[in-house]
DNA sequence: AACCCGGGGTA
DNA sequence: TACCCAGGGTT
């Protein structure tokens, strides 16, 4: 019978390296009775929802900054917070963070649900976050599985089955770790390991402390797990962004609609994106538009795109077509979603 | 079950 | 370039 991972082996690993990040109370201010916020963990994690550490923490730290209670962020402006969100991509979490806090805030009292269950009926949280949330805000011996999760237990129990199919096998073996002491502190050390130490290329098998039960280690085939099935190519659309700046220097801009691509997001005003040609469009204004020699490109999740730009300088008294004017002084390209972004820096030559 | 939905870091 | 990721919602 070989080694069986110990959790205790994991959390003694995790009060020596556990990452100090901003949303984390650390093992050592928590036996000093320092407790979590719930507000912050489920901010967090939400954020960190397909996307880094090193991206999240500075949207994290400007958020908790503006709101600092699910009561604050409940009571924000739509626009703001997806303004707030622009660049940290999947926007439909923005919306569902609204959502969810207006729902807790309005409805809860401003008290975060403390089981799985109820925790993934809100906006926006599904079973990991559901997980997450238990066991780090409420210390519950939830299963958590995230990618991570995933391939330190495809690789501990030498898992060839590709993915998403093997996420059920996979969670069971995490559910059969999961230990009811600290087990917010140990679904931590699981992610951290993940991410520091069992990563996707050249994991650091030398010094993993739970290096001698694994059987991926054992068999050489750490690196190359977990399997996963191939993903299809993505095409190539094509469109046009028109960027309008009146006299007095507002921007004619349009909100896009919640649902769909960039949703809720503000954005330039444009054709569709197509795959083969630049589509036809009308211009949003009657104006001399003249187009810019280079073009915005960028990669979504299942597309690439090309974007033509192009500009008009109007006069005051022109109504648009399309989209509406923003004064200069109230629009910042921070607010745009990165293709936005990416477009308006070719305008002004960023 | 399949599909939709960003963006940045990394090799 | 291609791959990776602290996933959830919709159909």
């Not at 969100?85 to 609204?98: D, M």
């Not at 650091?204 to 290096?211: L, S």
Request: with cysteine; hydrophobic share 40%.
């Amino acid at each position: 019978m070989r080694d069986t991972p110990e959790p205790d082996v994991l959390l003694d690993w995790y009060d020596q390296h556990a990452r100090k990040l901003p949303w984390r109370i650390s093992p050592q201010d928590q036996r000093a009775g320092t407790v979590p916020d719930p507000y912050r963990i489920w901010l967090s994690e939400i954020m960190l929802q397909q996307t880094t550490v090193a991206a999240v923490k500075t949207y994290f730290e400007r958020f908790t900054h503006l709101w600092p209670t699910i009561h604050d962020l409940a009571q924000a402006e739509d626009g703001r917070v997806m303004g707030e969100w622009a660049g940290l991509g999947y926007y439909a979490r923005a919306r569902n963070l609204l959502k969810c806090a207006r729902v807790v805030s309005g409805e809860l009292g401003g008290v975060f649900p403390d089981t799985v269950e109820a925790l993934q009926k809100l906006p926006g949280i599904g079973p990991y976050t559901a997980g997450a949330i238990a066991a780090i805000a409420f210390n519950q011996p939830a299963v958590v599985v995230d990618g991570n999760v995933e391939r330190v237990m495809a690789r501990m129990f030498d898992i060839h089955t590709p993915l998403p199919a093997a996420k059920p096998e996979l969670t069971d073996y995490a559910a059969g770790l999961t230990p009811h002491s600290r087990p917010g502190d140990y679904a931590q050390a699981v992610m951290d390991l993940g991410a520091t130490i069992c990563t996707p290329r050249n994991p650091a098998c030398g010094i993993c402390p739970w290096r001698k039960p694994c059987l991926a280690r054992q068999a050489g085939t750490a690196a190359e797990l977990p399997k996963k099935t191939p993903k299809k190519p993505k095409p190539v659309r094509f469109g046009t962004v028109y960027i309008a700046r009146r006299v007095d220097g507002a921007l004619l801009l349009e909100r896009r609609p919640d649902k769909g691509l960039l949703g809720g997001m503000l954005g330039w005003p444009g054709s569709e994106w197509v795959e083969g040609e630049t589509p036809d469009h009308a211009t949003p204004i009657r104006a001399e538009w003249k187009v810019l020699p280079a073009e915005a490109r960028h990669t979504f999740t299942h597309f690439h795109l090309r974007l033509a730009v192009q500009t008009a300088l109007v006069p005051m008294d022109r109504t648009p077509d399309q989209g509406e004017f923003i004064e200069a002084n109230a629009f910042s390209s921070g607010d745009l979603p990165t293709v936005m972004r990416k477009a308006f820096d070719l305008y002004t030559g960023a």
